[in-house]
Structures are given as structure tokens and as C-alpha cells.
């Protein structure tokens, strides 16, 4: 797996098939690491220019140190750079892989802006980062006191994931509940593995379990155990749930088979990647091989599951989106990714209907132009008339994003606050809710988001509940 991760770091500068099939055809990991692998992080890090005014640093959530980590691997010492990178950052290396890097830290860096292209700022931090496992350097967590307070954690997500590391290396007792079977919320079951290869996640998660972190999975709160059960067995609370309700399409045809849910289409082929029996895989109720493949929607799950149908070995991937791929939420590149994997993108397309005899036949398409733009900016799509058409299809794949659960009302707590949104009212600092000792984080609390928001806020809540907890009341030594 080391000799794997290190090749991609070789190719990662801008990936291409070509690039990747060379990093495939290379023999020796060690020549590789020391004759390119090395040479390329020092090389890239070097062309940081320490410009003075890190506006990659700025335009982190995690205000990471990037400039220090990367002055240190240009000189070759990457410990001390993995150091730095995970002060401020409990997933480095997943950071690396799948920040939308250029929104943020690269999009940013002067360098990129003066036209000379960025300093590949995510992949150094991978290479850094995923050399300091496979050199022994990522240590267990070994607070240097224990203290008595615990903390519950509802989402094992990054959000409680950050939460918990933060807490836990103060010598806090932390305890997170799952109601899936893994650790890792989205990062495990919902981004495709060849974005973020599972063992890097679980290898994060038995490093927590090994500091003392305790998991209770297959428990869904306000089924299996009351959300005042759980307030009442610890001393604060963090709430990280993510959002999991499926916007929906409506009109004819809407309830065909073969029509299904962007999170359990990923789901599945994720769970197949473990090794799981996955009945609705191998049924080919969720598999996209030797089928016609549409998906609906222009945001980065909707790449993520056109990239997985073709690996799935579809007869043809489509996308469809209502705007233009100017306008759409997705990262360019992610979309540039998957047309060169051979998806093709209908835009200005939006669907009315679905045509079926019992399977889904196509989707009924309407075609869209751009209007004046709303009180957003963005333009809003209006109707073509009389150009409608169908786009065949034998599995249509819904991705349109997602909103918030009802968490008051499936947990039996009206107090806690939420937006109009339904999204949990938490303070933008602390991340305290309207319940004393409850605090909340990630995309429960931002709508769908990021990682690496859903870290920062789990850093913070853990900050804001050391305050609240106050200084510890008996502490004792660890081992
Ligand atoms: C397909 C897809 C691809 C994405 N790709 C990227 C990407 O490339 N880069 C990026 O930065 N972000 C990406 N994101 C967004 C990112 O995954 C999320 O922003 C992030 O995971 C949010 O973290 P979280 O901890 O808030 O919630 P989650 O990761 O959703 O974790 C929430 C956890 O809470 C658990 N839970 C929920 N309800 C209960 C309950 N009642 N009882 C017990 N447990 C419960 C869930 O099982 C889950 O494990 C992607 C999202 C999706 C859907
Ligand atoms: S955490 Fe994300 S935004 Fe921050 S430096 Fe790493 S890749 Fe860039």
C-alpha cells in the first residue's frame, strides 16, 4: 500500500491515465521513493516562494501552517513537516486527497495567481503525511493525564472524528456512537475509494481506538439508545450527524426500479470494497455494470457516482444538470476528471419524468437555457419549450443533494434549536446548542459541506467544552 500511495504521489501533480498507468508499470518502491518521490515533494515544496502573505494559509478552514511544512520538506525533513501539518489537523493525509484544494489553500497561493501554476499544496501534505505512517511517526494518542470527565459523540463522521482527537489527547474519556457498522461517516461510506482509499480512514480510526477512544457502532440514537440516556451519562454532548435526507425528483414514473439514491448507490460499492456481502450489489439493483447510466445533478456527489458507474463498468454514464457547467456546484476539476474517464455531461438538461414498465426505461428531459441572474448571482434556468426529448437509461442515479433529518422530533428533544433549514442553531465560535452542555458540528450544523469545515469545527466544539468542563476535577496520571 506504501509503494501504491507513494506512486500516486509521483503522478499526482495533474493526474492523467497515462500518468497513472506509468506509476503502474514502475518496479521498485525504494528507487521510486528515493529518485522521485523524495525529489518530487522537496521539488514541489521548494517552489513555494514564502511569499510573507499566505493567503493558502487564509483560505484553509484549518489555518494549516502550510508555508512552515513546506519550507521543511524543501529541506528534506519531513518529520518535523508532519509535525506541523497535524497540529492543526487530525486527517492530514485525507485533507490531501480530497480537499477541493483549488477552492481553497492552492486556489489561493500566489504563485497560481501570478500564472505559474501552485505549488500542489494537498498532494505534499498527503506524501508527508502518509510517509510518517509508513515511518512509524504517527503515534497513539497518550494524554499526559487521565481525566475523569466524558464526553458523548453522536456521528462518527470527521466532525465527531476531530471532536474526539482534540479531546481525548487532553486525557478526556470520549465515547462515539455510530449507527453504521464502521467508524467514518462520509468518508467511509459515502466518498468512493479511489478518491480516498479505505484503509487510509480506518488506519485513522484504530489510531483513536488505540488512544482510548470508545466506539459504540450499529447504535442509532433515538432508536436503539434516547438521546437523554446519552446526555445523561456524560458530562457534555457533541452532535455530529451529518445530513442524510435525499432531496427528491417528483412527476411520472418517479417510483420506477432501477431509479435510486445517489447515498445508497455509493454506499453499496463502497461497502463491495471492503468485502461486505452486499446483496443489492450482486443483485445488480445498485451496480451500474452493462447498464446505461444516467445521473442527475451537478455537484461533487453527483461526479463522485458517474466516476464510480464507470469503474462499475457502465455501457455509457451520463449527467445531467439543469444549469451550465459555468454554473454548476461542482468542482471543474472533478468534472474535467470525469470526462476524461469518458462521462458525458448534458447540460442545461432537467428532468420532468421518468419513462418505465415496471424498470425505468429513460428520463423524460426538458431543455433549459440561462436566465437573468437571481439574488445570488447565479443565473436561474428557464424553460425551453417544445424541445423536450428522452434520455435512455437503465439505472438512473438521483444526486441533488441533501438536507437535515428532524432531529428534535426523531430524538424527542423540541428544545434543541434549528434553523429554518432544520439545520441544528449551534454558535458559530463555540459551537454551543440551545441545550446547556450540548454542542454541535459539521454538516448538521452547515448543510452538506466538507471535510475539512467538519474538522475545524470538531477542534473547536473540543476547545469550547475544555472551557465548559473547566479545569480537571481528579486527575490522575495516564500509564
Ligand atoms: C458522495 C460524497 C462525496 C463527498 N466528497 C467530498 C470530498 O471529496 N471532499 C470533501 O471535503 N467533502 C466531501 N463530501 C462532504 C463530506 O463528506 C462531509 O461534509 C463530511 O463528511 C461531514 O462530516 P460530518 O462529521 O458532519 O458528518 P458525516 O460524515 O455525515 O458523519 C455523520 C455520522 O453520523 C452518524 N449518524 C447519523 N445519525 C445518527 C444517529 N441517529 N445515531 C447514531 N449515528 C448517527 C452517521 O452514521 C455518520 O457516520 C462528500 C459528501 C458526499 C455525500
Ligand atoms: S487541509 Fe485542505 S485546504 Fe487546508 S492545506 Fe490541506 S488540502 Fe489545503
Not at 367 to 391: F, N
Not at 428 to 453: E, K, Q
Amino acid at each position: 500500500m506504501a509503494k501504491q500511495r507513494m506512486l500516486q504521489f509521483v503522478t499526482v501533480g495533474r493526474e492523467t491515465p497515462e500518468k497513472r498507468d506509468a506509476s503502474v508499470r514502475a518496479q521498485d518502491f525504494n528507487e521510486i521513493y528515493r529518485e522521485f518521490a523524495i525529489p518530487k515533494a522537496e521539488e514541489q515544496a521548494g517552489r513555494c516562494s514564502q511569499c510573507g502573505v499566505p493567503y493558502c494559509q487564509s483560505h484553509c478552514p484549518l489555518h494549516n501552517n502550510i508555508p512552515d511544512w513546506l519550507r521543511l520538506t524543501a529541506e528534506g525533513r519531513l518529520q518535523e513537516a508532519y509535525e506541523i501539518a497535524q497540529s492543526t489537523n487530525t486527517f492530514p493525509e485525507i485533507c490531501g486527497r480530497i480537499c477541493p484544494q483549488d477552492r481553497l489553500c492552492e486556489g489561493n497561493c500566489v504563485i497560481e495567481q501570478s500564472g505559474h501554476g501552485t505549488v500542489t499544496i494537498g498532494s505534499v501534505e498527503k506524501f508527508v503525511t502518509d510517509t510518517a505512517w509508513d515511518m512509524g511517526w504517527v503515534k497513539p494518542i497518550r494524554p499526559h493525564s487521565e481525566r475523569t470527565e466524558s464526553v458523548g459523540i453522536i456521528g462518527a463522521g470527521p466532525g465527531g472524528l476531530a471532536a474526539a482527537d482534540f479531546l481525548r489527547r487532553k486525557g478526556v474519556q470520549v465515547t462515539i456512537y455510530d449507527r453504521y457498522d464502521r467508524a467514518g461517516g462520509l468518508m467511509t461510506y459515502g466518498i468512493p475509494g479511489f478518491k480516498l482509499e479505505k484503509d487510509v480512514v480506518m488506519n485513522r480510526i484504530k489510531q483513536l481506538e488505540d488512544g482510548g477512544v470508545q466506539f459504540v457502532l450499529n447504535c442509532t440514537v433515538g432508536e436503539d439508545l434516547s438521546f437523554d440516556a446519552i446526555r445523561g451519562k456524560h458530562d457534555a454532548v457533541v452532535i455530529a450527524t451529518g445530513v442524510y435526507k435525499t432531496r427528491d425528483l417528483m412527476g411520472p414514473g418517479s417510483g420506477a426500479e432501477g431509479i435510486v439514491r445517489a447515498i445508497d448507490y455509493l454506499t453499496v460499492s463502497n461497502r463491495k470494497s471492503f468485502g461486505d456481502e452486499v446483496p443489492e450489489y450482486d443483485s445488480g439493483e445498485l451496480n451500474a455494470e452493462g447498464k446505461r447510466v444516467v445521473v442527475i445533478g451537478g455537484g461533487d456527489t453527483a461526479m463522485d457516482c458517474v466516476r464510480t458507474a464507470i469503474r462499475q463498468g457502465a455501457v455509457s454514464v451520463k449527467c445531467l444538470y439543469r444549469r451550465d457547467r459555468a454554473n454548476m456546484p461542482g468542482s471543474q476539476r472533478e468534472v474535467a476528471n470525469a470526462e476524461e474517464e469518458g462521462v458525458e455531461f448534458v447540460w442545461l438538461a432537467a428532468p420532468k419524468g421518468f419513462t418505465a414498465s415496471g424498470a425505468v426505461e429513460g428520463v423524460m428531459v426538458q431543455r433549459m437555457r440561462l436566465g437573468a441572474p437571481d439574488a445570488t448571482g447565479r443565473q436561474s434556468p428557464e424553460l425551453i419549450e417544445g424541445a423536450d426529448y428522452v434520455e435512455e437509461a437503465d439505472l438512473v442515479i438521483k444526486a441533488l443533494g441533501f438536507e437535515p433529518e428532524d432531529i428534535p422530533g426523531l430524538w424527542n428533544v423540541p428544545e434543541l434549536e434549528v434553523t429554518r433549514w432544520g439545520t441544528i442553531k449551534a454558535d458559530f465560535r463555540t459551537h454551543a446548542t440551545s441545550l446547556p452542555g450540548v454542542y454541535a458540528v459539521g454538516d448538521i450544523v452547515r448543510g452538506a459541506s466538507l471535510v475539512v469545515w467538519a474538522i475545524r469545527d470538531g477542534r473547536e466544539a473540543a476547545e469550547a467544552i475544555l472551557t465548559y468542563l473547566g479545569q480537571p476535577v481528579a486527575a490522575v496520571a495516564a500509564e
